[in-house]
């Protein structure tokens, strides 16, 4: 209990979670539900002066037990994951599935952070750095988009190309009627003016159209400027 006097101590004091879970060596997650169920019960220092160590354990802990019994229903994470490597599949319309299912469960912004968590268990995964400016990934997507002539109520499939800096995620997409060399460049050409620059190297993901042979190819850029 001292530490929960500390954390409401210094939490008056002004320092912030990361300052204080340094000070007492505890993780800021723990820290964070100190000051939770602190609020929530209106307590904050100073505390009353008749509160002892067992009444302030008994307020907080009681507290405690009833986010245990309330807590969301956890998705089934392994089926959720063998659902992704559907074609067309995504994490939004999984969760769509788990709420319809449970209404009291996670939000979007949760649910793809315990996911993420729960991923990076299965295997080890090694860091990469990307330098900002350095690549940009280009690929087309898996899926055609329709598009309907106004005039003649035609439908054509286009397909739609996509590139992204690979530091900042930030992204270009836009449609062609094909995926030939003219409309490849200009795409290309198309992407650099939208993102004001050419990045150092260009890298396709195994496309006949930017690669003459089946091998992820890393195309280097022509161009002076740089992202």
């Not at 209106?42 to 008994?58: A, I």
């Not at 986010?67 to 969760?95: K, M």
Request: charged fraction near 25%; hydrophobic fraction near 35%; charge should be positive.
């Amino acid at each position: 209990m001292r530490k929960i006097r500390d954390v409401l101590r210094l939490s008056a004091e002004g320092l912030s979670t990361r300052q204080i879970a340094a000070s007492l060596a505890i993780k800021r997650t723990t820290l964070r539900g100190y000051l939770e169920r602190a609020d929530e019960l209106g307590l904050s220092w100073p505390l009353p002066p008749g509160l002892s160590d067992t009444d302030l354990e008994r307020q907080i802990y009681s507290r405690t037990a009833r986010d245990v019994s309330n807590r969301a229903t956890q998705p089934d994470w392994p089926h959720i994951h063998r659902e992704l490597r559907r074609e067309g599949v995504t994490l939004s319309l999984l969760w769509e599935e788990y709420r319809a299912d449970h209404s009291e469960g996670y939000g979007y912004s949760r649910f793809c952070e315990l996911y993420t968590r729960w991923e990076g268990r299965l295997s080890p995964v090694r860091r990469q750095r990307h330098p900002a400016g350095e690549r940009l990934f280009v690929d087309y997507a898996g899926h055609t988009v329709d598009v309907i002539d106004p005039m003649t109520g035609e439908v054509r499939p286009a397909q739609l190309f996509v590139a992204a800096l690979r530091a900042s995620s930030y992204t270009f997409a836009e449609a062609t009627w094909t995926q030939s060399l003219p409309d490849w460049i200009a795409s290309h050409v198309r992407a650099f003016g939208f993102f004001g620059g050419v990045t150092a190297k260009i890298v396709s993901d195994n496309l006949k159209a930017g690669s003459p042979r089946p091998a992820s190819t890393t195309l280097r850029s022509i161009g002076p400027t740089r992202i």
